[in-house]
Structure formats: structure tokens, C-alpha cells
Nanobody, 117 residues
Framework: VQLQASGGGLVQPGGSLRLSCAASRSIFGIIAQDWYRQAPGKQRELVASISSRGTTSYIDSVKGRFTISRDNAKKTMYLQMNSLKPEDTAIYYC????????????WGQGTQVTVSS
């Protein structure tokens, strides 16, 4: 399975971006889908998650600004990012995790988000 992340770019503070992450095929046994980010010189951090039941969670710094969602028919997950701040600048990675005959997690290749005036 390959995950293709897209939608990153350069945006001014206060702007919006929508990230997408498309799977190369249907994945059975998904427990949750996540967006992570890694800023220069910092550890990768979990930004948002959506469970198989649709329950979402976010780190405090993005609550009210970011929204995670998915379209199962399109095998795609999304991260809508509004009111972007310079501190949101990072490489964003998607992950799909779950259990089939064994635990699995699949990572996308990352997409750069730069928030700057």
C-alpha cells in the first residue's frame, strides 16, 4: 500500500490549505488515520487523528483551526488547515494504522507546509 500526500505549499499567515492523502488501494482493518508534522529541529508530533468510528482528536495548538476528515469511497483522508500560523510550518505526514492478520501502519511521503509573509 502506498499513501500519496499532497496539498502543501507556501501560504501567508491567516491563510488556509487542504492536505490530502490518497491510498493506492482499499485498506481493510483500519483503526485510525493520523496526520503528523515535523518542524525543522523538532520531533515529529501527532497533529490530528480520526478513528474508524469517526471520532476525531487534535493537539491543543490546532484545535478550532484544523479539521481532519476522510472519504472512504475515495480512499482519501484530508486535513483542512485554517488560520495558519508561522509555527504550523513543517513537513506533514499522513498515516493509516490498523490490524489485519497483524498490526500495520502505512506512512505517506510528507508534504511541506510553509507559513510565511
Amino acid at each position: 500500500v502506498q499513501l500519496q500526500a499532497s496539498g502543501g505549499g507556501l501560504v501567508q499567515p491567516g491563510g488556509s490549505l487542504r492536505l490530502s492523502c490518497a491510498a493506492s488501494r482499499s485498506i481493510f482493518g483500519i483503526i485510525a488515520q493520523d496526520w503528523y508534522r515535523q518542524a525543522p529541529g523538532k520531533q515529529r508530533e501527532l497533529v490530528a487523528s480520526i478513528s474508524s468510528r469517526g471520532t476525531t482528536s487534535y493537539i491543543d495548538s490546532v484545535k478550532g483551526r484544523f479539521t481532519i476528515s476522510r472519504d472512504n469511497a475515495k480512499k482519501t483522508m484530508y486535513l483542512q488547515m485554517n488560520s495558519l500560523k508561522p509555527e504550523d510550518t513543517a513537513i506533514y505526514y499522513c498515516k493509516m494504522r490498523g490490524y489485519s492478520d497483524r498490526p500495520f501502519d502505512y506512512w505517506g511521503q510528507g508534504t511541506q507546509v510553509t507559513v510565511s509573509s
